[in-house]
Structure formats: structure tokens, C-alpha cells
């Protein structure tokens, strides 16, 4: 299960931004991508606000609800 971050780290948000982006790039709303990923809402809102940490597992639900790979989900640099 995914912890709830305390202080919001950078990488944190940078995720959530990522996320947002993403998710407003592919034209879906929150609840869209939380049902196709199986989360509720208010977490996802809570991952876009880079106020949760996600697991891997979650990590690749929102990959798949969002049709992209996990590396450009979590901003990895191919090299």
C-alpha cells in the first residue's frame, strides 16, 4: 500500500506533474483513469498532488490506464 508523504518531496511532485500531464494529454478526467486503473479518485488526486507515494503495482495500473509506457510514466531517461 502506498504512504501518505508528510513533507512533499520533489520527486513526489514532479510525479504528480507527470501524472497530471499525462492524464490531460490523453483527454481523461481523474475518475476515468482511477476506474481503468482500478484506484479511487481521491487517491489519484492525491498522487497528482504529489501527496502519495505509489507502489509499482500502481505504478503499472496507471501506466496501462493511460496508454504509455512505465518508463515515460515515471520521467526515465532511455540511454
Not at 57 to 73: C, F, I, P, Y
Request: proline share 3%; net charge positive.
Amino acid at each position: 500500500m502506498a504512504t501518505i508523504v508528510n513533507n512533499v518531496s520533489p520527486t513526489a511532485r514532479q510525479f504528480g506533474k507527470r501524472l497530471w500531464a499525462l492524464r490531460e494529454a490523453a483527454g481523461k478526467s481523474q475518475g476515468d483513469v482511477a476506474d481503468k486503473a482500478g484506484l479511487s479518485r481521491t487517491y489519484l488526486n492525491q498522487l497528482e498532488a504529489g501527496k502519495r507515494d505509489p507502489s509499482l503495482s500502481t505504478l503499472t495500473r496507471l501506466a496501462r490506464a493511460l496508454g504509455v509506457k512505465l518508463e515515460a510514466l515515471i520521467g526515465a531517461q532511455g540511454g
